[in-house]
DNA sequence: AACTTTTTTGCAGTCACTGCAAGTTTGCAG
DNA sequence: CTGCAAACTTGCAGTGACTGCAAAAAAGTT
C-alpha cells in the first residue's frame, strides 16, 4: 500500500508536525514565548515533549516552522529561471513566489506569529541562525545561476540580503500591517538591487 | 579616591570581563564550543559561574565579546561624519574604524574565535541576534544622518546590510586568512552599495 | 572605624534539550 | 490474520544554561 500521494504514515507525520507548530505559535501570541513551556505546547497537540523534539530541533524552530523542504524548492525555483533573467531577478522573484504561497496557506499562523515576534524581534533572526546549512545550497544554487564559483562572496551576499529583506520586512509588518508583506520584500530586494549608495529622498506627506 | 581615568572598580571589572572573554574564546577553540562549560570557563577566569553570568547574559556573548559600547560608538562615529558624506560612506567608513580598531586591540582573540566559527558558524548569527536592540539606536543614527524618519526601510536595511557583510566576510575569512578581515568587509559593503542587481564577472584566474 | 554602595557568591530552582531503551504503530508479506 | 521489520512514540534519567534571591565580601566615603 503506497499510493504516490501519501502513506498513512506520512499524513500523521504531516499533522503532528502541524499541530506542534500551531500550538507553539497559537500559545506563544497568547501569554508571550517565554511564558509557555515545550511541555505545554506538547501536551497541546497531544504528543510528548520528547516527540516535540523529534520534529523540531528547538523551541525557535517550532516558532517559525523552519520548512525543511523550502531550501531545496527555492533553489529549484531558481535554477528553473531561463538564462535569460539575472540571477538577482530569479532570487527576487523565487524569495517572493515562496512568501506568497506560504502566506496562502497558512495565512492565520503568520498574523498570529507576527504578534510574537513584535515583542521578540530576535526570534527572527535566530531562525535564521539554524538555517545555515539550508542557506548554503541556496547560494550555491545562485552561484550556479550566476556562473561564479561556490566560494565567490556575490551568492552568500545575495542570500543574506534575501534573509536581511525578509527580516526587515516582517519587522516592519508588524509595527504596521496596513501593506502587504510581499509588497514591503519587494521593496527592500529593490533598495538592495539598486544598491545603498544612492540614499533615498524622503518625500513629506502632503497631497491627498 | 576618584581619578577621572579609573577607580579600582572600574578596573577590575574591566578585567574580570576581559578574562571571561579570553577564557571563554581560548577553551572553546581548544575542545570546541560545546564541549566548554560555563562552569569550566568561570573556573579558568577564577570567579564564580553566578558571576559569569552578571557580565554576559550568555556564553554566546561571551564568546563573540558583545561590547556593549560598541553600539553607542559606532553612533557617535556615523553622526561625527561632515554632511557632505553621504550615509552610506559614514557608515562604511565608521564599520571599517570600528573593525580595524577592535582587531588592532585583540587580534589574538579574533584567530581564535575564527576556529570557533569555522565549526560553528550560526553562532555569528546568534550573536547578532542578542544585538538588535543596539541595532536599532544605529539605524536611528543612520535615519538622522540621512534627514529620514526613523521608521523608514533604508536605514534598518543600510545596518542589516552591514551585519551581513561582516558576517560574510567572516565567514571566508576563516576559510582562506590569506586577505585582511577588513578588505573582505570593505568588499562585501561595496556590493551592497553598487546595488545586486549587477552580477559580477567571473575572472578565471590565468595571466600572472 | 562606621557606613553605604557595588560586586561576588552560593543555592535552589526552572527549563530546553539529548541519548537510550523500551513500547507502540504501520507497512508488508506469507 | 499472523508474523515480522521498519518507523514512530514515549518515558526516563541526565546535562547544562540561565534566573532570582539573599547573604558575604570588597571598595569607596565620611
Known amino acids: ?27 506563544s501570541a497568547e501569554r508571550g514565548y517565554d511564558h509557555v513551556t515545550v511541555e505545554e505546547i506538547a501536551a497541546e497537540a497531544d504528543v510528548s515533549v520528547r516527540t516535540f523534539f523529534n520534529y523540531f530541533a528547538s523551541k525557535d524552530e517550532a516558532l517559525i516552522g523552519a520548512d525543511p523542504e523550502a531550501g531545496p524548492r527555492m533553489a529549484e525555483r531558481i535554477l528553473a529561471f531561463p538564462g535569460t533573467v ?15 504561497e506560504e502566506l496562502d496557506n497558512a495565512r492565520d499562523l503568520w498574523l498570529l506569529r507576527k504578534e510574537v515576534l513584535m ?18 545550497a541556496l547560494a550555491n544554487a545562485v552561484a550556479h545561476r550566476a556562473a561564479l564559483p561556490e566560494s565567490h562572496l556575490y551568492p552568500r551576499l545575495l542570500v543574506a540580503a534575501g534573509s536581511a529583506a525578509f527580516r526587515c520586512a516582517v519587522t516592519r509588518w508588524a509595527h504596521d500591517d496596513s501593506l502587504a508583506l510581499g509588497d514591503l520584500v519587494t521593496e527592500a530586494l529593490d533598495l538592495f538591487g539598486t544598491g545603498l549608495a544612492h540614499t533615498p529622498q524622503h518625500h513629506h506627506e502632503g497631497g491627498s
Open 1 to 27: 500500500m503506497n499510493q504516490p500521494g501519501e502513506s498513512l504514515r506520512d499524513r500523521k507525520k504531516r499533522r503532528t508536525r502541524a499541530a506542534l507548530e500551531r500550538a507553539t505559535v497559537r500559545l
Open 86 to 100: 539575472t540571477p538577482f531577478e530569479a532570487y527576487r522573484q523565487s524569495v517572493l513566489a515562496e512568501i506568497t
Open 119 to 136: 515583542q521578540r524581534p530576535d526570534l527572527l533572526v535566530r531562525a535564521f541562525a539554524n538555517s545555515a546549512e539550508s542557506e548554503q
